[in-house]
């Protein structure tokens, strides 16, 4: 009897995982039912419901991401650098498993990498269209999409008239304030 | 002939993360990495923004995740193994990892604590429906705010699962915990939730 209450937990557990699987693989295939166990806790099941649906993924603003993309272009550079000299190229290490030790950023010996553990998806919108907010502006997953759109549409508008004359001033030969 | 077996699993090997071609090609060239990235901003961004409840702290937290990533790329170890079946990535484990720890010390170094997006939640634009809209926000608000109030790991692994959509068992990579104690992780976190939400009048 006693066995039995603490494995009860433990299969509320499994049951509530196999539960947010099915969530998942529902929204996946654009289907808006999961997974109907009637053993598992309404409470549960609606909570689970509502965190999947409230919790929405964020995305930084646009300017933070191309100015990071800079910073890391920039490291990337340093570090290529040194191998470019020792006429290797690239960073010195492939992927092999049999490589060294597996970096720990920090990592407690206990809390290593599992090897044993099946990993999925790795798509970063998991492949269906979730909202996600940038900047905290709530869009679609087209973020790419939306960027170089307003920027085809910013380079393809009509310049003003009086842009134009400024341009046409500054422009003369012999002003010294001439617009590149 | 063990030999061969062990020649054949590490041929295996190498196409079992899904994201072999863009690490490789950021380890010919670093600048590729770019392509790793913006793959995974967004993700990193988001874990970093339900964790410390800023844009700001997000942002410092994903620089520095994808600066030590870039770093210490030639130490990341594949191993993802044919039982971990196609498709599998443990570059995303091994990148949340990193992130993990960046976030734990922003959050020890500035004593803060998660605050519920609001903010960011009052930012939303879409429905016309404004009664129902400011519903809505104060509901998501009030559902993000029952999990922030959760001791760290529950919290960690209802993010990694309700926000990242991942996997238990790269949840366990993550948190460097076993799948069985990450899904109770998860149960328990749920289950107060559920107790918060339930108790509270809207």
């Known amino acids: 009897m006693r066995e039995r209450a603490r494995e009860e937990p433990e299969i509320e557990a499994l049951r509530v995982d196999r539960y947010l699987e099915s969530i998942l693989v529902a929204r996946d295939r654009g289907a808006r039912l999961a997974l109907l166990d009637t053993r598992l806790d309404p409470a549960l099941r609606s909570t689970a419901d509502r965190l999947s649906a409230e919790l929405i993924r964020v995305h930084p603003s646009f300017r933070f991401e191309e100015r990071l993309a800079r910073r890391l272009a920039d490291l990337a550079i340093g570090l290529r650098l040194p191998a470019v000299a020792g006429g290797e190229g690239g960073l010195p290490r492939s992927l092999t498993p049999a490589g060294g030790p597996a970096f720990e950023p920090g990592v407690a010996p206990g809390e290593l990498l599992d090897p044993a553990q099946p990993i999925d998806d790795g798509e970063p919108f998991g492949g269906h269209a979730r909202p996600i907010l940038i900047g905290g502006a709530l869009t679609s997953a087209a973020v790419s999409l939306a960027g170089a759109a307003f920027v085809a549409w910013r380079l393809s508008r009509p310049v003003h008239p009086m842009v134009r004359a400024i341009r046409a001033v500054h422009g003369r030969p012999g002003h010294e304030g001439g617009l590149a | ?202």
Not at chain 2, 74 to 84: G, I, K, L, M, S
Request: cysteine-free; glycine content about 8%; overall charge neutral.
């Open chain 2, 1 to 202: 002939m063990k030999a061969e077996e062990d020649r054949r699993e590490e041929r295996r090997l190498v196409h079992l993360d899904r994201d072999r071609p863009l690490v490789e090609a950021a380890l010919r060239n670093p600048e590729a990495f770019d392509g790793l990235y913006r793959k995974y901003l967004a993700q990193v961004y988001s874990y970093a923004y339900y964790e410390l409840g800023s844009h700001h702290d997000a942002e410092d937290a994903a620089e520095r995740t994808f600066m030590l990533a870039l770093g210490a790329l030639t130490r990341f170890e594949e191993r993802a193994r044919p039982v971990d079946g196609e498709g599998a990535s443990t570059f995303r484990v091994w990148l949340f990892q990193i992130a993990r720890n960046v976030v734990a010390n922003i959050r020890r170094g500035r004593g803060r604590h998660p605050v519920a997006p609001i903010e960011a939640a009052a930012e939303m634009t879409g429905p016309v429906d404004i009664e129902a809209e400011v519903g809505e926000r104060y509901e998501a608000g009030a559902a993000w705010a029952a999990v922030a109030r959760l001791p760290e790991e529950r919290r960690r692994a209802l993010i990694l699962r309700f926000v990242e959509e991942m996997s238990t068992a790269e949840i366990a990579g993550i948190l460097g915990r076993s799948e069985g104690a990450v899904r109770v992780l998860i149960h328990r976190g749920l289950r107060a939730v559920a107790r918060d939400l339930g108790g509270r009048r809207w």
